[in-house]
Structures are given as structure tokens and as C-alpha cells.
């Protein structure tokens, strides 16, 4: 099983600065990474695909980065519409694994 | 744009089944690989299993004992079963659209989840 580990557990930013998240897998999984996003009550979102691929209708604020074994989500300004947990998922192999979340706050 | 329903009892009794269904709506069943996710409350995302629309299944090796899916294209749902069910298997179910890419399957769709209680 891929091991995904997420860092930090919860960071605080003030609105219009960059929140920095990683990710950093047990071994290379190439660039079959995901990223989603959680808010309170509602279903994950998914955010970014192949590592740095957004998906439909997500702001360009919302970038990736990484490769192999370690990734980054990057939000270049933040929202107070971003708080929320975000997961970041390798999907290389056909047994998806998580990690076990970022939480994202407004400092 | 696909959507996703889950539905089914939110309380099953220690040791039985927990049975849930997800309708497609808005687009096909057929040609996708489907999964199920669950998060119990305040932890992290688990992914069960997922289905493909010709009936090809793949299962968590923690669940694969007591896990059953099954797919029915006629009436565009799939299902999960899940037995022998014990209070850690309570949690939000949500059930996913896998979509491929690059030899994987990343989440582009998600149902809104079902809370499943499991007590007596």
C-alpha cells in the first residue's frame, strides 16, 4: 500500500496570502495525484488532477506542483471561501490511498 | 454534468449488513469504474472499493472479506454491502465516479454521502 502523508495537519493564513500544502508519498506514484477540497458537511471536491491539472470551474488561484514523491498545492491568495480540509490522493496504483487531510484556516 | 445519490438505512444493528445504493443521474453508468468512499466522523477518507459498469470489481484488501458490490446499468445504480458491521464502521458513505487517467483513476464526481450509524 502507497502511504500518503500530509504536512502541516492545519495552517492558518490570513486572507490574501499563500497557503503552502504538502504531500509527500511512500513511493513514486509519477504524477497520479489528486487534490481535493472538504467543507464542513459536504462531499470532497475535487481540485487538481495529474499533479497540476485543475479541474472544471476551479480559480486559477488553486495551483500543483511535484512529482514522484512530493507535492505541493498551492492557494496564492487566500479566500475566506477556501477554509476547508484538503486531501491529496495517489491514484498510480488502481487502490487509491489519502492522505489524512490539511486543514486550512483564516489567520 | 453526472450526479450522484446515495440512499439506505442510516442505522444498522451490530453484525448486520449495511446496504446502500447510488443513482446516476445527468449522464451514463456504463464505461466508468465507480467507487465507494466512507469517512467516519472528524477522520479521514477511506476508499472501500469500486465497480466497473461490467460488473469488474476491486476491493480494499482491509474490506474485502466483508465488502459486496454490485451494479445494475438498466436502472443506472450500483451498491454497496457491507457485513458483519460493528460500531467502527460507522460513517459518512459517499459514493464516486472514477474517472482514468495515466493508468489510475483520480474522483471527479462525488455524491453528497449518507450518514450510517451502526448500534443496537
Known amino acids: 500500500e502507497i502511504v500518503m502523508t500530509q504536512s502541516p495537519a492545519t495552517l492558518s493564513v490570513s486572507p490574501g496570502e499563500r497557503a503552502t500544502l504538502s504531500c509527500r508519498a511512500s513511493?513514486?506514484?509519477?504524477?497520479?495525484l489528486a487534490w481535493y477540497q472538504q467543507k464542513p458537511g459536504q462531499a470532497p471536491r475535487l481540485l487538481l488532477y495529474?499533479?497540476?491539472a485543475r479541474a472544471t470551474g476551479v480559480p486559477a488561484r488553486f495551483s500543483g506542483s511535484g512529482s514522484e514523491i512530493q507535492f505541493t498545492l498551492t492557494i496564492s491568495s487566500l479566500q475566506s471561501e477556501d477554509v476547508a480540509l484538503y486531501y491529496c490522493?495517489?491514484?498510480?496504483?488502481?487502490?487509491?490511498?489519502f492522505g489524512q487531510g490539511t486543514k486550512v484556516e483564516v489567520k | 454534468q453526472v450526479q450522484l445519490q446515495e440512499s439506505g438505512p442510516g442505522l444498522v444493528k451490530p453484525s448486520e449488513t449495511l446496504s446502500l445504493t447510488c443513482t446516476v443521474s445527468?449522464?451514463?453508468?456504463?464505461?466508468?469504474?465507480w467507487s465507494w468512499v466512507r469517512q467516519p466522523a472528524g477522520k479521514g477518507l477511506e476508499w472501500i472499493g469500486h465497480?466497473?459498469?461490467?460488473?469488474?470489481?476491486n476491493y480494499n484488501e482491509s474490506f474485502k472479506s466483508r465488502v459486496t458490490l454490485s451494479i445494475d446499468t438498466s436502472r443506472s445504480h450500483f451498491s454497496l454491502g457491507l457485513s458483519s458491521v460493528t460500531a467502527a464502521d460507522t460513517a459518512v458513505y459517499f459514493c464516486?465516479?472514477?474517472?482514468?487517467?495515466?493508468?489510475?483513476?483520480?474522483?471527479?464526481?462525488w455524491g453528497q454521502g449518507t450518514q450510517v450509524t451502526v448500534s443496537s
Open positions: 513511493r513514486s506514484i509519477g504524477s497520479n
Open positions: 465497480i466497473y459498469s461490467s460488473g469488474t470489481a
Open positions: 445527468g449522464g451514463s453508468i456504463r464505461s466508468y469504474y
Open positions: 495529474g499533479a497540476s
Open positions: 464516486a465516479r472514477d474517472y482514468f487517467d495515466n493508468g489510475g483513476y483520480y474522483l471527479d464526481s
Open positions: 490522493q495517489q491514484y498510480n496504483s488502481w487502490r487509491g490511498t
